[in-house]
């Protein structure tokens, strides 16, 4: 079954404490990317990579860094996270950057 | 730079009538443009795109959309909506020179009995 996995589903940290958020895709897309949705906002791109090795930011990259050294995975890390990172998180993969997305189930983040 | 505007934060109907819900994008080329379903505690599922060719798109779960070039606009329409359509709805544009998706901010669906 074609599927993007985010693990894990729900998470409370502490301020400051590193986290990951792990992303995976067995579609063999080129493209991956990582959005935040909060409230009134909408959906807001973090970070995306397209292709293994090519990562860039997004609307909203501050506080975060990804890595994409395998086309399959692409985690999320907060290297100290902060309560203004409490969200909901999305993992997404497509062929290319324009195309229909492929979207995690989410992870929904809280840090005290 | 592309942009995507959905009027209606919160839309309320009752269940087997009719739904529209709008969408407005800003773009100088043909774009690409999707809808997307978003159920309570689940992530985003496509409900159908618009890529080029029949301006009147057929989705999933009854769902249809009308590109409108005219009118920048690519509304989502279901002629008779159901309790399970209640949800959150995305409307994305994206575009062969550019190298993302935009997402409008959403319109919330609530169904009455």
């Known amino acids: 079954e074609a599927q993007v996995t985010q693990n894990p589903r729900y998470l409370i940290t502490v301020t400051g404490k590193k986290l990951t958020v792990t992303c995976s895709q067995n579609?063999?897309?080129?493209?991956m990317s990582w959005y935040r949705q909060d409230p009134g906002l909408g959906l807001r791109q973090i970070y995306y990579s397209m292709n293994v090795e090519v990562t860039d930011k997004g609307d909203v990259p501050e506080g975060y860094k990804v890595s994409r050294k395998e086309k399959r995975n692409f985690p999320l890390i907060l290297e100290s996270p902060s309560p203004n990172q409490t969200s909901l998180y999305f993992c997404a993969s497509s062929w290319l950057s324009n195309t229909e997305a492929f979207f995690g189930q989410g992870t929904r983040l809280t840090v005290v | 730079a592309q942009s995507v505007t959905q009027p209606d934060i919160h839309i309320t109907v009752s269940e087997g009538a009719s739904l529209e819900l709008r969408c407005n994008y800003s773009?100088?080329?043909?774009?690409?443009l999707f809808w997307y379903v978003q159920s309570p505690g689940q992530g985003l599922q496509l409900l159908l795109k618009y890529f080029s060719g029949d301006t009147l798109v057929q989705g999933i779960k009854g769902f249809e959309a009308e590109f409108k070039r005219s009118q920048s606009s690519f509304n989502l329409r279901k002629p008779s909506v159901h309790w399970s359509d209640a949800a959150e709805y995305f409307c994305a544009v994206g575009a062969d020179r550019d190298d993302k998706i935009i997402f409008g901010k959403g319109t919330r669906l609530h169904i009455l009995p």
């Open positions: 579609m063999n897309h080129e493209y």
């Open positions: 773009y100088g080329a043909t774009p690409y």
